[in-house]
């Protein structure tokens, strides 16, 4: 089976009811599913994955395939088509199905052509570029679940900086603190402490700690001793983040709310409820 992926951002073959039902046999027989694109579609779902807003568009659209939604060009078709699948898997599991296989694919092929890009020293893309491409396909390796494979092409990303000469530089600093995230989430808060500690060293020496990233990377540090059991510590680290937050003007925006919410948590662990309260 062929599926034909354009646009990248919304493929029409999933707006049909008949190439829905395709695919869906397809997986669940096991026959083997080509997932192609035009070339200029595939050269703008790589550019599509340096943007952050785009990646997140697509991987929501995907997410909401709903074969009842989908068309036909005969109507009796399309009856018989939906009648197939409410007596079968029903709609939903062969909605879950469907979405749960692109979105694999979405996964696997960004992560396929950022190893090469890596490996290569980044082949035709910019080193800004490529960051912003590692950038996101650890996000969405990470929201699901898929930790080990997201540190491991941070570590990639990072042997590729140096080997670019790119050492001590604001790059740098944001993959060991996207590093630090993922070591968190593994439960290896000491190699989250490294991480982090070796990212605001670099920020501090060039300069770069002022800023939306420099709180949450001290956000992070700050949730790093509560788990720790070192509340002292973490004490610091979120006044020093909550300091941050103001100096960039990000106090009220995502960032600020996270910084209230783990300082309210902490309050509540030293005891002080009232500034627990203040602080929620």
């Known amino acids: 089976v062929v599926a034909l992926m354009a646009p990248w951002h919304d493929p029409f073959y999933l707006s049909r009811v008949w190439c829905?039902?395709?695919?869906?046999?397809?997986?669940?027989?096991?026959?083997?599913?080509?997932?192609?694109?035009?070339?200029?579609?595939?050269?703008?779902?790589?550019?599509?994955?340096?943007?952050?807003?785009?990646?997140?568009?697509?991987?929501?659209?995907?997410s909401k395939v709903d074969v009842q939604r989908a068309k036909a060009s005969v109507p009796h078709d399309r009856d018989s088509i939906l009648a197939l699948i409410e007596q079968g898997p029903g709609f939903q599991n062969f909605n879950r199905c469907v979405v749960n296989y692109l979105q694999t694919w979405m996964l696997d092929s960004s992560e396929t052509y950022l190893r090469g890009a890596l490996q290569d020293g980044g082949g035709?893309?910019?080193?800004?570029?490529?960051?912003?491409?590692?950038?996101?396909?650890?996000?969405?390796?990470?929201?699901?679940?898929?930790?080990d494979r997201a540190a491991d092409i941070i570590e990639q990303a990072l042997r590729a900086s140096e080997r670019s000469g790119g050492v001590e530089t604001a790059d740098q600093a944001s993959l060991l603190r996207q590093l630090g995230i993922l070591r968190r989430k593994q439960k290896n808060l000491d190699?989250?402490?490294?991480?982090?500690?070796?990212?605001?060293?670099?920020?501090?020496?060039?300069?770069?700690?002022?800023?939306?990233?420099?709180?949450?990377?001290?956000?992070?540090?700050?949730?790093?001793?509560?788990?720790k059991g070192d509340l002292q510590n973490a004490r610091s680290m979120l006044s020093q983040a909550k300091s941050l937050a103001n100096e960039a003007g990000v106090h009220d925006t995502n960032v600020g709310a996270l910084i209230f919410r783990y300082s309210g948590r902490l309050a509540r662990l030293l005891g002080d409820y009232s500034l627990a309260a203040e602080e929620i």
């Open 20 to 62: 829905n039902f395709e695919l869906y046999t397809a997986i669940m027989e096991e026959v083997k599913v080509t997932i192609v694109m035009p070339p200029d579609e595939e050269a703008k779902f790589r550019e599509g994955f340096c943007d952050h807003d785009s990646v997140d568009k697509v991987w929501k659209n995907l």
């Open 124 to 147: 035709s893309q910019d080193h800004i570029t490529l960051l912003k491409f590692c950038q996101n396909v650890n996000k969405l390796l990470r929201n699901v679940g898929q930790l």
């Open 191 to 227: 190699a989250a402490e490294v991480a982090f500690a070796e990212s605001q060293r670099i920020s501090e020496k060039i300069g770069v700690l002022g800023t939306a990233d420099g709180a949450l990377l001290l956000l992070n540090r700050g949730i790093v001793s509560i788990e």
